[in-house]
């Protein structure tokens, strides 16, 4: 349902956007504070959807000159390696930054990773 995932990123939206506001290492003005919000959360909400690799496409392999090789992302695993270059990278913010104020992007993850579980918990019920 389009309406409770757009709810659900409302929702994820302003927490982060209250994190960086009140929880960041320094006070943020209120444009930093929206644009790092929305960067921070369109990542987390991609990191939990897609776990595939995006170089492989969750093959593991990838064609080499002559033969077919394991993916140099992935190695082999078919998972896409987050961290933080790639986050960073993704986000189209400098490394530094993202490191900066990455205690707040876990935030915003283990969110989604609680709403994850209460969702599937209602499941098994």
Do not use: W
């Not at 104020?101 to 499941?123: F, G, M, R």
Request: proline share 1%; with cysteine.
């Amino acid at each position: 349902d389009k309406s409770a995932m757009t709810e659900l990123y409302n929702s994820l939206y302003e927490s982060c956007l209250y994190y960086f506001l009140d929880e960041g290492p320094t006070k943020h003005s209120f444009d930093d504070a929206t644009r790092y919000a929305k960067k921070f959360t369109k990542m987390a909400v991609v990191e939990s959807v897609f776990k595939n690799c995006f170089i492989c496409n969750g093959t593991g392999k990838e064609a080499g000159e002559n033969t077919i090789v394991k993916c140099s992302h992935c190695e082999g695993t078919g998972q896409f390696i987050y961290n933080d270059v790639n986050r960073a990278h993704m986000m189209l913010v400098k490394k530094s930054i993202f490191r900066k104020y990455d205690h707040i992007y876990k935030k915003i993850l283990n969110k989604l990773v609680d709403i994850e579980e209460q969702a599937l918990s209602k499941l098994g019920n």
